[in-house]
């Protein structure tokens, strides 16, 4: 079997400025994700530890040291992370991070929110247990954008089954938690020159024009424009229109 990889580079012309991504089946018929880089290519497993390895038989480190921590606060009602065991954990966090980029190229949001999740939660976990606040930081510097790209999965599954209102509602409520972190994290000035922030606003005045308006808004809008025009007798119809319906409801 021949080691060379000209044969996939070669089939699979790098394009600059985009991000090339594909779907494909392993050997082993596992599905994989594979990014195209200038000089190669990357591959992931789409499920479990992206480079398909299973550390202490586990899926991931982070589940190795969850474990851990269970059973020593248990043992001994504490548990601490060393420097390279955090330097670990986001590694590994890393190599999540470039398949859930890969993911969401290919509009796999239920895979994008749950390989954001993970890492959120493995934040956590080390906001928790780190040595040093420092430490811990250098980890939960990446939330705000991590909680973005969770915001925007979430959001996209509301918007497949067609409903703006849910994924409105969403992206409001990413917005208000990374405005939250920033807050708690004392970094707050930050909160008006976040780019997490900022795309999430834009992608929302768009969702708000999708918003379906119901017809208790649709009259309230003419009987507003009657209001202005004088037509007062076709107001007040039209409010005895929106009295009917929400009678109704």
């Known amino acids: 079997m021949s080691l060379d990889l000209n044969d996939i580079l070669n089939e699979w012309p790098h394009q600059p400025g985009g991000l090339q991504v594909r779907r494909i089946e392993g050997n082993d018929g596992k599905p994989k994700i594979q990014l195209r880089l200038d000089l190669g ?19 991931s480190l982070f589940e190795f040291h969850q474990m851990r921590a269970k059973e020593s606060e248990s043992a001994t009602g504490s548990f601490e992370l ?5 330097g670990d954990l986001q590694s590994e966090g890393i190599q999540y991070y470039h398949r859930y980029v890969a993911l ?9 929110a749950r390989d954001t999740r993970r890492n959120l939660d493995m934040f956590t976990f080390v906001e928790k247990y780190a040595p040093e606040a420092e430490l811990a930081w250098s980890v939960q510097q990446f939330r705000p954008y991590v909680l973005m790209m969770n915001t925007r999965a979430k959001g996209s599954l ?31 000035e930050q ?3 976040s ?12 969702l708000k024009k999708l918003r379906k308006i119901t017809p208790v808004e649709k009259l309230r809008k003419e009987m507003a424009a009657a209001i202005k025009a004088e037509e ?13 319906l929400q009678n109704k409801s």
Do not use: C, M
């Open 82 to 86: 060393t420097t390279d065991e955090v």
């Open 232 to 244: 007062y007798e076709r107001a007040a119809s039209l409010r005895d229109e929106i009295q009917a």
């Open 158 to 188: 509301a918007l497949e089954k067609d409903d703006a209102e849910a994924a409105i509602g969403l992206v409001e409520k990413g917005i208000k938690s990374i405005q939250k972190f920033l807050t708690d994290a004392g970094e707050a």
């Open 41 to 59: 290519v990357l591959q992931f497993e789409l499920n479990g530890r992206p480079d398909g390895t299973e550390p202490y038989g586990l899926e």
């Open 104 to 112: 969401f190229q290919l509009g796999d949001w239920h895979a994008v």
């Open 195 to 206: 780019v997490e922030i900022a795309s999430l606003r834009d992608w929302l005045k768009d």
């Open 191 to 193: 909160i008006k020159e």
